[in-house]
């Protein structure tokens, strides 16, 4: 084959217009993977908003569980000083009582 053999064939067959369109859509394909990636970025971002969201919840739950428990432990706390001290006064009583009994007899 000679030389405009070859020009003609490479000219008519569709590798060459395939080879033009690609080179004059290279923009048109940077854009477009720059907004399938800023799309994919953005889903990623909500998502992470979304779990950040749902531990902020969940820590805001454990924060009102906390305080509930503290103000239990709190009310027991307050009992136990009550008891102890119902417990030394009965206990006074009481050696108060025996010493007395021991000076009757």
């Given at each position: 084959?000679?030389?405009?053999?070859?020009?003609a064939?490479?000219?008519?067959?569709?590798?060459?217009?395939?080879?033009?369109?690609?080179?004059?859509?290279?923009?048109?394909?940077?854009?477009?993977?720059?907004?399938?990636?800023?799309?994919?970025?953005?889903?990623?971002?909500?998502?992470?908003?979304?779990?950040?969201?749902?531990?902020?919840?969940?820590?805001?739950?454990?924060?009102?569980r906390?305080?509930?428990?503290?103000?239990?432990?709190?009310?027991?706390?307050?009992?136990?000083?009550?008891?102890?001290?119902?417990?030394?006064?009965?206990?006074?009583?009481?050696?108060?009582?025996?010493?007395?009994?021991?000076?009757l007899?």
């Amino acid at each position: 084959m000679d030389t405009i053999g070859i020009i003609a064939a490479v000219l008519g067959s569709g590798g060459f217009g395939a080879g033009i369109n690609a080179f004059l859509n290279r923009d048109k394909n940077k854009v477009e993977m720059q907004d399938i990636i800023g799309n994919v970025y953005g889903d990623l971002i909500t998502e992470c908003r979304s779990q950040i969201n749902h531990q902020a919840n969940q820590l805001k739950a454990m924060q009102d569980r906390e305080v509930q428990w503290i103000k239990i432990i709190a009310g027991y706390q307050e009992t136990e000083r009550d008891l102890r001290e119902k417990i030394q006064t009965l206990e006074k009583k009481l050696g108060d009582y025996i010493h007395k009994q021991e000076e009757l007899n």
